[in-house]
């Protein structure tokens, strides 16, 4: 039975991630935007000292995370005590009645996926790896290369990375007691910050109204509200994760950037490829900007994305598992397995019930937005549609029947790329009702003469 307290201690949590954040980021939060990609940053970067933390203190590396999250929020206190605000702070929310309109519709939405996850018990993944490995955490107060014994676990879990569990076992330390129940209103913090991401990335390039209804589209996307989301599995946060990095960068904020993109290191495996398509994303967009490359900034910013990969590989060296479900056996194999992997991709993106038209909406407006978007637009676009062909390239290998891991694994792999792809689809909405409001005058003119 969820309780008050299990509400109220991952949003305290949430206040120390970001407070963290701050830190790292060394700036105040300010506006929605600001305080989101605080929290983000700030997870991250506590998700990646738990290792190194690990290795010195291993029955004490959890309680160092939260006592240094109690650190910084006793900083951040400090500094606006010391320096209160000037009330010069972006407004919040839109004042447009239609935007006002869509975000009710979008509140609508996370409504009921917060009533779905609060009944929902946990699914084979939310209890077999994530919330497992929260409770051996708890238990053991560090990370360890060690799984529990016996044919139910999977030893190959022991190598996903820590954010989640994390979260999960800092509830517990709050608790006193790790209890799975307890553990699922946390990632009603993680969908919060994924809409309100969603809703900063277009707002930064297109109006309100267009922020709101990207906002209100991805709540209603059932990979990110149903099923596995609901069910504690990984997908969504990772996916709250992506729509961070693509808010910063539709926000051009180069400071918060690479954490982010580190930061997509630290929640799923497959975030070591979301990370290396954020960075061709933005190389792609330096290269296609006008403005001049600011050479220590971009140094700066790959040394911190490079040290997440560095702890992230490091990990995984650490505890030297062995992955039996993805196997490379001949490169024969591998292709002629191509034709049918596209194949039954292609059937996962085209299913109406779990997706709409979401992916064939959004390869249409990435065909706008490589045609007439933003550098930062066109480098977006390219991204997910890489990412949606990458994150098929894992089943050349499986070990498994192609169409059944291709049905129960590629659309949680899609919707992580989800609030990247709704992002895109309003973007190019927007870039073709500019296109059009251009050539109308133009089409007009022939006739007035």
Same mark, same amino acid.
């Given at each position: 039975m969820t309780t008050g307290l299990a509400l109220l201690f991952p949003i305290l949590l949430a206040a120390g991630f970001t407070a963290v954040g701050e830190t790292a980021l060394r700036r105040r939060s300010e506006g929605l935007a600001g305080w989101n990609t605080s929290l983000v940053v700030g997870l991250g970067v506590c998700a990646a000292l738990l290792f190194p933390f690990s290795i010195l203190a291993p029955h004490a590396a959890l309680r160092w995370i939260l006592y240094g999250m109690v650190l910084a929020v006793g900083a951040a206190v400090f500094r606006r005590t010391r320096h209160p605000a000037d009330g010069s702070a972006p407004r919040l929310g839109p004042r447009d009645p239609a935007a006002l309109v869509l975000l009710l519709l979008a509140a609508a939405g996370g409504l009921v996926f917060a009533a779905l996850n609060l009944r929902y018990n946990f699914l084979w993944d939310g209890f077999a790896i994530w919330a497992s490995k929260a409770q051996r955490l708890y238990v053991e107060g560090a990370l360890t290369p060690a799984w529990y014994t016996g044919v139910?676990?999977?030893?190959?879990?022991?190598?996903?990375?820590?954010?989640?569990?994390?979260y999960e076992a800092l509830v517990g330390i709050l608790f006193g007691r790790f209890d799975f129940e307890g553990v699922k209103p946390l990632f009603l913090v993680f969908y919060a910050s994924m809409v309100a991401s969603t809703f900063s990335a277009v707002r930064a390039a297109a109006s309100d109204k267009l922020a709101a209804g990207a906002a209100a589209m991805v709540v209603f996307v059932p990979a990110l509200s149903t099923r596995?989301?609901?069910?504690?599995?990984?997908?969504?946060?990772?996916?709250?994760?992506?729509?961070?990095?693509?808010?910063?960068?539709?926000?051009?904020?180069?400071?918060?950037?690479?954490?982010?993109?580190?930061? &997509?290191?630290?929640?799923? $495996?497959?975030?070591?490829? *979301? !990370?290396?398509?954020?960075? @061709? %994303?933005? =190389?792609?967009?330096? +290269?296609?900007?006008?403005?001049?490359?600011?050479?220590?900034?971009?140094?700066?910013?790959?040394?911190?994305?490079?040290?997440?990969v560095v702890v992230r590989l490091a990990y995984l060296r650490w505890v030297a598992v062995r992955d039996d479900v993805y196997v490379f056996e001949s490169i024969r194999l591998?292709?002629?397995?191509?034709?049918?992997?596209?194949?039954?991709?292609?059937?996962?993106?085209?299913?109406?019930?779990?997706?709409?038209?979401?992916?064939?909406?959004?390869?249409?407006?990435?065909?706008?937005? &490589?045609?007439?978007?933003? $550098?930062?637009?066109?480098? *977006? !676009?390219?991204?997910?549609? @890489? %990412?949606? =062909?990458?994150?098929? +390239?894992?089943?050349?290998?499986?070990?498994?029947?192609?169409?059944?891991?291709?049905?129960?694994?590629?659309?949680?792999?899609?919707?992580?790329?989800?609030?990247?792809?709704?992002?895109?689809?309003?973007?190019?909405?927007?870039?073709?009702?500019?296109?059009?409001?251009?050539?109308?005058?133009?089409?007009?003119?022939?006739?007035?003469?």
């Open positions: 139910t676990y999977d030893a190959r879990y022991v190598s996903y990375p820590p954010a989640v569990p994390l596995w989301a609901a069910g504690a599995y990984a997908d969504m946060p990772q996916a709250a994760l992506v729509a961070a990095v693509v808010a910063a960068a539709m926000r051009a904020d180069e400071r918060a950037l690479p954490w982010l993109i580190g930061a &997509l290191t630290s929640v799923k $495996p497959e975030g070591l490829v *979301l !990370a290396s398509l954020a960075v @061709a %994303g933005v =190389a792609m967009a330096v +290269v296609l900007g006008p403005r001049p490359i600011r050479r220590a900034q971009l140094v700066g910013g790959a040394a911190i994305v490079a040290a997440f591998s292709a002629r397995r191509v034709p049918t992997v596209a194949r039954l991709c292609i059937e996962e993106m085209l299913k109406v019930r779990g997706w709409g038209l979401l992916w064939p909406a959004f390869f249409t407006a990435a065909v706008l937005l &490589l045609r007439r978007g933003e $550098p930062k637009e066109k480098a *977006l !676009a390219a991204a997910v549609a @890489a %990412g949606a =062909a990458v994150m098929a +390239v894992p089943f050349l290998f499986t070990t498994w029947p192609l169409d059944l891991h291709i049905a129960q694994a590629y659309f949680r792999l899609l919707a992580q790329l989800a609030p990247a792809a709704v992002v895109s689809v309003v973007l190019g909405y927007a870039r073709a009702r500019e296109s059009l409001t251009e050539t109308a005058p133009a089409a007009r003119a022939p006739l007035e003469n």
